[in-house]
Nanobody
Framework: VQLQASGGGLVQPGGSLRLSCAAS????????VAWFRQAPGKERDWVSV????????YYSDSVKGRFTLSVDNAKNTAYLQMNSLKPDDTAVYYC??????????????????WGQGTQVTVSS
């Protein structure tokens, strides 16, 4: 299983970015797909989780209404569209797949496969 994350960069507050997570060796639609982020000196926190098959997608309170997780099954690629970015969104963003139970999907330790991380910096 390989996950290749890309799309990070430097953006001004209020701007947008779209992160991509291209998968090989695994069908993203068959697993829970998640985006986590980790700021310097902080734990890796969940941002968004899409249950297997897209039955439900969840967002943390800090990004709800601004971020959208989607999966293109034909390309086997997950995306995180990030709008109205804030300086507090600055972090390394990671995509992950796995089969966590519903109550454990918020915890990064319950995911088996990870992308390499992509830096997002929101600054003027």
């Amino acid at each position: 299983v390989q996950l290749q994350a890309s799309g990070g960069g430097l953006v001004q507050p209020g701007g947008s970015l779209r992160l991509s997570c291209a998968a090989s060796g695994v069908s993203l639609n068959s697993y829970t797909v998640a985006w986590f982020r980790q700021a310097p000196g902080k734990e890796r926190d969940w941002v968004s989780v899409r249950r297997r098959g897209g039955t439900q997608t969840y967002y943390s309170d800090s990004v709800k209404g601004r971020f959208t997780l989607s999966v293109d099954n034909a390309k086997n690629t997950a995306y995180l569209q990030m709008n109205s970015l804030k300086p507090d969104d600055t972090a390394v963003y990671y995509c992950a797949t796995g089969s966590p139970i519903l109550s454990a999907q918020w915890e990064f330790r319950n995911y088996r496969s990870w992308g390499q991380g992509t830096q997002v910096t929101v600054s003027s």
